[in-house]
């Protein structure tokens, strides 16, 4: 049984940075794509962030790019997303997923799911 357990969420002042974290366990994670979703209240969950375990190829969303970075540790099966330069506009409950398909932009990509940890930003 595969299970996403994130930390690292936290309320910050815009301009700041939070490191969120995604450890993975009970499965074989190489040709996995690890992703990041955020979710903010009343809207749809969308892409944030992505990796391809094997050879680590990343994809971000335009709204994040510059700001912030996807990466992986394979021999702890943990997957990062660093944020930098956090805006208001990043508030929200942020979902790591890891998954098989090839759309890594699309929520119906990934298999697993973490249970989500909130990112707040003050302005």
């Known amino acids: 049984q595969v299970q996403l357990v994130e930390s690292g969420g936290g309320l910050v002042q815009a301009g700041g940075s939070l490191r969120l974290s995604c450890v993975a366990s009970?499965?074989?994670?190489?040709?996995?794509?690890g992703g990041w979703f955020r979710q903010a209240p009343g809207k749809e969950r969308e892409f944030v962030a992505a990796i391809r375990w094997s050879g680590g190829h990343t994809y971000y969303s335009g709204s994040v790019k510059g700001r912030f970075t996807i990466s992986r540790d394979n021999a702890r099966n943990t997957v990062y997303l660093q944020m930098d330069n956090l805006k208001p506009d990043d508030t929200a409950v942020y979902y790591c997923?890891?998954?098989?398909?090839?759309?890594?932009?699309?929520?119906?990509?990934?298999?697993?799911w973490g249970q989500g940890t909130q990112v707040t930003v003050s302005s």
């Open positions: 997923a890891v998954g098989y398909a090839p759309t890594y932009y699309s929520t119906t990509a990934y298999d697993y």
């Open positions: 009970g499965g074989t994670f190489s040709a996995y794509t």
